[in-house]
């Protein structure tokens, strides 16, 4: 299981006998003051005071503007002209200093306006294997005119997010539409993970200002076992309550019933004439069909830790969907009947997941 969150975003770890961890008298707040940057305890802080959302409205409350580095410098280049223009009284020089000012001005409201009243949403992110990078899509609602070189990045590098995974971003908004902007975060692990804290910047228009928001989603990603390579066997134990009695009904190739066709029939057991007659594609159920149910059984997964029987779980379910074969699962206080298809593959990874 894994472990809580603080609202600093750290894990929470217990004490000695699972109890809430006590802290050290000699270290303010338990040592963690010693350990963070001030930099860091600022982005924490503000971190936690922030809603969790998908849905991310930018005003002026929720954006902040400092100068580059390259509007210092300018800044210093206009002191040092306006210093040369009263020393040597020069009518120019006040025209050119002043002139120059006004426009760095101007340029931070483009800067900051450039953000303001933007619309943000992140669209639900769709499952992945553990250490594979998971789509995220950002959405950029624009109600105005057209914004030009925005930025979306990760707050700081996470543990979740690994280097393979992309953590930056441009785009440009469209006048009176939409944007969209795709990012990826690498969960290193199965299980629920939060995406990590957004940034939101531009520079726009001329690198003087730099205006920035800070943005907490409230979505999650859900990683999947990573399956075990090279995947075992298919395991000859767990077949499905009844299927022996099936197959010494059905020896030979006697006629068991009737059944939808699935991937993997041959075509001589196909009905034809039921085709024919119907238009649906239908099979017999003879033995041989009747023994392409298999159970995923949490005992079969045996010879590891509880990490390892659940990624041997799941490549055994993606060799048995290559395969053509029913599978379900067992695990301790939990059962699936078998199945096929895309949404019993994703219920039997989720729950594989999940457990």
């Known amino acids: 299981m894994t472990p809580p969150e603080s609202a600093f975003g750290a894990p929470l770890q217990g004490g000695a006998a699972g109890g809430p961890a006590q802290p050290d008298p000699q270290r303010p707040l338990g040592g963690l003051a010693s350990r963070l940057s001030p930099q860091a305890w600022f982005r924490r802080w503000l971190r936690a005071r922030l809603p969790s959302t998908d849905t991310w409205v930018l005003g002026q409350r929720n954006i902040y503007i400092v100068p580059t580095r390259a509007g210092f410098t300018f800044a210093l280049t206009l002191l040092v002209m306006l210093l040369a223009a009263i020393n040597y009284q020069l009518n120019l020089g006040y025209a050119l200093t002043f002139l120059l000012a006004g426009a760095g001005l101007v340029s931070m409201q483009v800067t ?63 006048a009176q539409g939409q944007a969209s902007v795709h990012l990826s975060m690498v969960p290193p692990r199965r299980g629920w993970h939060r995406v990590p804290t957004l940034v939101v910047e531009t520079i726009f228009p001329f690198g003087l200002f730099r205006a920035w928001t800070v943005w907490r ?3 999650r990603v859900l990683a999947w076992p990573r399956p075990e390579q090279p995947a075992p066997a298919l395991p000859t134990t767990g077949a499905a309550p009844g299927d022996e009695h099936r197959a010494r009904r059905g020896a030979g190739s006697e006629l068991d019933g009737v059944r939808p066709w699935r991937r993997g029939d041959t075509m ?12 649906e594609l239908v099979s017999r159920e003879t033995a041989g069909s009747a023994q392409r149910e298999l159970w995923l059984d949490w005992a079969d997964a045996h010879g590891g830790d509880t990490e390892l029987r659940l990624s041997r779980l799941a490549a ?40």
């Not at 001589?268 to 238009?279: E, I, L, N, T």
């Not at 009947?337 to 999940?354: F, I, K, S, Y």
């Open 112 to 174: 900051h306006g450039n953000l303001r009243g933007l619309t943000l949403h992140l669209r639900p992110a769709a499952p992945v294997f553990a250490g594979e990078p998971a789509p995220l899509e950002v959405v950029i609602t624009n109600p105005g005119h057209e914004r030009h070189g925005l930025a979306l990045r990760f707050d700081e590098a996470p543990t979740a997010v690994a280097r393979a995974g992309r953590s930056h971003a441009w785009c440009d908004a469209p």
């Open 217 to 219: 989603p409230a979505g």
């Open 268 to 279: 001589r057991q196909v009905v034809w004439k039921k085709v024919a007659h119907s238009g």
């Open 316 to 355: 055994w379910l993606l060799h048995a969907e290559r395969e053509g074969i029913d599978c379900g699962l067992r695990l301790p206080g939990r059962e699936l009947a078998p199945g096929q298809g895309e949404a019993h593959r994703r219920l039997v990874l989720d729950t594989l997941a999940q457990w």
